[in-house]
């Protein structure tokens, strides 16, 4: 199990926040555990494998949101 943690600048309201997570949801079917925080400015979700940062630069980038980051951890 990985834990991606996505930083993410733009979000402004709960709204971008559900935006954040229904496109992660619709990239990668087998993320857990969404959630994205306009206040820490990071969604969080949890994969069996690892996730291409290529992959989530673009993802975020075409939801007009920008994309600073990302890490992921084997727990």
Request: charged share 30%; net charge neutral; proline share 3%.
């Amino acid at each position: 199990m990985f834990k991606n943690t996505v930083k993410i600048d733009g979000m402004a309201c709960g709204m971008c926040e559900a935006h954040i997570s229904d496109a992660i949801r619709g990239a990668l079917p087998d993320a857990k555990k969404i959630k994205a925080s306009r206040r820490k400015k990071e969604a969080v979700f949890l994969t069996e494998q690892p996730v291409d940062e290529t992959g989530m630069r673009e993802l975020i980038d075409a939801t007009g949101y920008h994309f600073m980051g990302m890490e992921s951890i084997e727990k």
